[in-house]
């Protein structure tokens, strides 16, 4: 099992900056996959970025040029750096973790983009 902790939400202004945390831990060897998904209330969860172990990276279009993922391997950790927040980009944001065919999620951290 692999426990994933987010931390790092909150509310900011539009244009305004936030770094989201995620802490893995558990059984973290063979995490292949870290990455962040969001979803807004009533609409299916979507993939906002992931990274590989060996640090390939790949980001939803709407958010490609605003926002960030990197990770540190030895700290287990993956992090979301978002600039230029819009208000669409208001939703609940998951990490998530593949590991070997098992895919794990934590609980959620809440942004709100608004004025």
């Known amino acids: 099992q692999v426990q994933l902790v987010e931390s790092g939400g909150g509310l900011v202004q539009p244009g305004g900056s936030l770094r989201l945390s995620c802490v893995a831990s558990?059984?973290?060897?063979?995490?292949?996959?870290m990455g962040w998904h969001r979803q807004v209330s009533g609409k299916q969860r979507e993939l906002v970025a992931s990274i590989t172990s060996g640090g390939s990276t790949n980001y939803a279009d709407s958010v490609k040029g605003r926002f960030t993922i990197s990770r540190d391997n030895a700290k287990n950790t993956v992090y979301l750096q978002m600039n230029s927040l819009k208000p669409e980009d208001t939703a609940v944001y998951y990490c998530?973790?593949?590991?070997?065919?098992?895919?794990?999620w934590g609980q959620g951290t809440q942004v709100i983009v608004s004025s």
């Open positions: 998530t973790a593949t590991r070997y065919t098992a895919s794990y």
């Open positions: 558990g059984s973290i060897d063979g995490i292949y996959v």
